[in-house]
């Protein structure tokens, strides 16, 4: 009955992992369709500081001002290809990204189905997927923040300003915990297995 019900949840997951890769890759194809499609807008980023006359925006209750640490959401009418590009850069390495990581999470519960998922196997695959997300989501996040830095850049009369968003590596990191955490446990748990067989 507990493994039936164990069963149930791995294949649930498997799927929710399986639509999840198929989403991220779908998006990513279209947002690079989207991209290059004659008059079609991109979206940029500026942080708020580098556009004067948001402390007196009209329409806003006395006392209530634009957070100056914000950003402010812009839509370029007709990007040149360079700026295109930088948007493509913002968008699809992290969609590109979550792609991969749905992609092995699937096939991981797929291979956890077929046969034990408490295995020496199972742990090399977590602790990869782990450094996949550690070293991948950093390196997203650095690329993604360059990449909006130089396309606000365009779209400003002065320099703009760096403003990385630390909160995105944090999650991607934290993620990569968890993946880290969870095949340390199997490990723990398949260590234990074979004491015991030692003993029996």
Not at 38 to 67: I, M, R
Not at 93 to 109: F, H, Q, S, T, Y
Not at 123 to 132: F, G, Q, S
């Amino acid at each position: 009955m507990e493994d039936s019900r164990f069963d149930k949840w791995l294949h649930r997951l498997r799927v929710t992992a399986t639509i999840v890769y198929i989403v991220a890759l779908s998006l990513a194809v279209a947002v690079l369709v989207i991209a290059f499609i004659p008059h079609s807008p991109v979206t940029a980023a500026l942080p708020a500081t580098d556009v004067p006359g948001l402390d007196h925006v009209s329409g806003l209750a006395a006392g209530v001002t634009v957070d100056p640490a914000s950003t402010i959401a812009v839509k370029i009418a007709e990007p040149s290809v360079a700026q295109r590009s930088l948007y493509l850069v913002v968008v699809l390495p992290g969609l590109a990204l979550v792609a991969l990581i749905a992609w092995r999470m699937a096939k991981l519960l797929r291979a956890a189905l077929a046969s034990d998922p408490f295995t020496a196997q199972t742990v090399r695959a977590l602790t990869v997927l782990a450094r996949i997300t550690a070293v991948g989501g950093i390196a997203v996040w650095a690329m993604s923040n360059l990449a909006t830095w130089v396309l606000s850049a365009t779209v400003l009369d002065a320099a703009s300003t760096p403003q990385p968003r630390e909160a995105a590596a944090l999650a991607w990191l934290a993620v990569a915990l968890i993946f880290a955490a969870f095949g340390q446990l199997i490990a723990r748990g398949v260590g234990m297995r074979a004491e015991l067989d030692t003993v029996i």
